[in-house]
């Protein structure tokens, strides 16, 4: 079993930067891929951002591509989401997902993630 706890969210302004974590307990996540998920109310969940669990392959959803960067940290049993020139329709409550043992593929997949945090807000103003 994994817990997932993500972190860093808040009230930013169009343009600024924040960096999400997302902190692993139970089990190890290094055989794990870690992905990024965010929903707004309404809406359905929505990919972000993906990276396998050997490093080798990393995703962005379109919207995001340029200006998120994922990564993580095996030894702190922790991902991030480090995100730039943040927009007002950036604005959602941010997931982290583990799932997609010692696996390359459907890493875009909500089914590929049986592992979710509860989310963090973020809110960009304009």
């Known amino acids: 079993q994994v817990q997932l706890v993500e972190s860093g969210g808040g009230l930013v302004q169009a343009g600024d930067s924040l960096r999400l974590s997302c902190a692993a307990s139970?089990?190890?996540?290094?055989?794990?891929?870690m992905a990024w998920f965010r929903q707004v109310p309404g809406k359905e969940r929505e990919f972000v951002a993906a990276m396998s669990w050997s490093g080798g392959s990393i995703i962005y959803g379109d919207s995001v591509k340029g200006r998120f960067t994922i990564t993580r940290d095996d030894a702190k049993n922790t991902a991030y989401l480090q995100m730039d020139s943040l927009k007002a329709e950036d604005t959602a409550v941010y997931y982290c997902?583990?799932?997609?043992?010692?696996?390359?593929?459907?890493?875009?997949?909500?089914?590929?993630?049986?592992?979710w945090g509860r989310g963090t807000q973020v809110t960009v103003s304009s």
């Open positions: 139970g089990d190890t996540v290094s055989s794990f891929g």
């Open positions: 997902a583990a799932g997609g043992y010692l696996s390359s593929v459907r890493l875009t997949f909500i089914s590929t993630y049986p592992y």
